[in-house]
């Protein structure tokens, strides 16, 4: 029902920035949560950042805070992750993530998901 499109990923130096966006399809967009996930080389996926679909506080992990801001514009079915004073920790694959109500922090509880956009921080 839904599908997921991430771009705006690639290779920037350390302390830059990058911002990520992710283009969904299908109706009803407005009424998802949405996620930014990433996995990093050997490790996990992890969240990222999540914005819900209602009033309520997006939601960072604490390794982001102060520096990424997901935003979205429903008018566009698009998410947008600004991403700045990027370090090598940021490197990885970053998803897009979907699901009706409320947002979570586990993958487990998203139902769409994108491919993915790689994201590089070199020193």
């Known amino acids: 029902q839904v599908q997921l499109v991430e771009s705006g990923g690639g290779l920037v130096q350390r302390g830059g920035s990058l911002r990520l966006s992710c283009a969904a399809s299908g109706r009803a967009f407005s009424t998802y949560a949405v996620a930014w996930f990433r996995q990093g080389p050997g490790k996990e996926r992890d969240i990222v950042a999540a914005i819900p679909w209602h009033d309520g506080q997006p939601y960072y992990t604490d390794s982001v805070q102060g520096r990424f801001n997901i935003s979205r514009d429903n008018d566009k079915n698009t998410v947008y992750l600004q991403m700045n004073r990027l370090n090598e920790d940021d490197t990885g694959v970053y998803y897009c993530?979907?699901?009706?109500?409320?947002?979570?922090?586990?993958?487990?509880?998203?139902?769409?998901w994108g491919q993915g956009t790689q994201v590089t921080v070199s020193s």
């Open positions: 993530a979907a699901r009706v109500g409320p947002y979570g922090l586990w993958d487990s509880s998203y139902d769409y």
